[in-house]
């Protein structure tokens, strides 16, 4: 037998539409010091041309392509479990990577536990976010607070066979996994958490992670796993609230923690704003003011112009007024006086 036919570990990549990635994810599968293992890619009905082609075509050592219609992720992990022969399952997406030690670090812990089920560790996201996932424990209340446990954590093929694979009857994707390790810890399997960053999620717009997490689907989905292990969320009830409330109290906590920090970085800013607008709105009001002024000065220089028009016609008027005083007492007025009378007799008489 060569190692294809019995290998240590077969790694199952699932893949839709993500051809741009995939080799990547085989590369750091190919890139592991612990080189016992096997590939199957289940390519679910892909619809890009790239993928297609990419697929139809793919070879690579130990690795095998299989083809199915589209029935979603959980579908075609269960598919590839049907073909695997590894003893260990690592169900790894297509756009995610792995740790090269991974495999030698997993292997171990289950080689020398055989009452260990399944083996997780921390996670360094890369793509749009560079958040580091550390968890510590994914004993059974823990994982039906949250799963703590990642995707492609190492498991006992035979433990996976024996709760019927991933459930395909989940009303969204996203979250076969954390089902699965609920499943897995009511039988009574456990599993533990490396604390080393052997795993690498890539988050990207529209990945399943950002979708499965928020908003109603993250709702639906929580409402379908609280449904199916209900009978473990009644035995587990008070575990899970104090989880949960010590959850919330350290998310208030960190939440207050940094409003002060905000606080106290913006109080000066704020201030300073705040100086600021009043300065200007204070600028705005004269600017405001400013037609009206603008408006009785230029009145106010209407008036001094009139005022000065009126003041030279009265000094002219006084002039006229000075000549006619003048002339009617002068010598040549009062001679003429009859020859003036007549002529105003004649004007009446002309008039008529």
């Not at 095998?64 to 992990?77: F, I, S």
């Not at 399952?89 to 495999?103: M, N, V």
């Not at 890369?126 to 607070?145: E, N, V, Y």
């Not at 600021?276 to 009206?292: G, I, M, N, S, Y």
Request: proline fraction near 4%; aromatic fraction near 8%.
């Amino acid at each position: 037998m060569n190692m294809v036919d019995c290998p240590k570990v077969t790694v199952i990549i699932p893949c839709y539409n993500m051809g741009q990635y995939i080799d990547e994810a085989v590369d750091s599968v190919f890139a592991q010091t612990m080189q016992n293992f096997e590939i199957i890619i289940v390519d679910d009905g892909s619809t890009d041309q790239a993928t297609t082609q990419l697929l139809s075509n793919y070879h690579r050592p130990n690795t095998r392509v299989l083809v199915t219609e589209n029935q979603g992720l959980a579908a075609a992990r269960n598919h590839a479990i049907r073909h695997a022969n590894g003893e260990y399952l690592c169900a790894l997406d297509s756009d995610d990577k792995l740790h090269p030690t991974y495999f030698e670090h997993a292997t171990s812990r289950l080689d020398s536990d055989p009452a260990l089920t399944f083996v997780s560790s921390w996670v360094q996201m890369f793509g749009t976010s560079d958040a580091l996932w550390k968890q510590d424990t994914c004993d059974l209340p823990t994982l039906l607070s949250e799963c703590t446990v990642m995707t492609p954590a190492l498991v006992r093929a035979d433990a996976v066979r024996s709760v019927g694979g991933y459930d395909t009857q989940m009303p969204d994707q996203g979250d076969e996994d954390w089902d699965l390790w609920i499943s897995l810890a009511e039988r009574g399997y456990r599993g533990t958490i490396i604390p080393e960053i052997l795993f690498y999620y890539r988050r990207r717009p529209g990945s399943m992670c950002e979708v499965c997490t928020t908003g109603e689907t993250h709702l639906r989905l929580v409402r379908y796993i609280m449904g199916k292990h209900r009978e473990s969320y009644q035995k587990h009830f008070t575990a899970v609230l104090n989880r949960k409330q010590a959850d919330v109290g350290g998310l208030l906590h960190e939440n207050y923690a940094l409003e002060r920090h905000i606080s106290d970085r913006l109080q000066p800013i704020v201030e300073s704003r705040k100086k600021e607008v009043e300065r200007l709105q204070a600028k705005r009001d004269r600017f405001k003011k400013r037609p009206k002024i603008e408006a009785y000065e230029n009145l106010a220089h209407e008036l001094e112009a009139a005022k000065r028009q009126l003041d030279e016609k009265n000094m002219e008027l006084q002039r006229y007024q000075t000549e006619v005083h003048e002339l009617r007492t002068s010598g040549s007025w009062r001679i003429t006086a009859p020859i003036r009378a007549v002529y105003d007799v004649w004007l009446g008489i002309k008039g008529k």
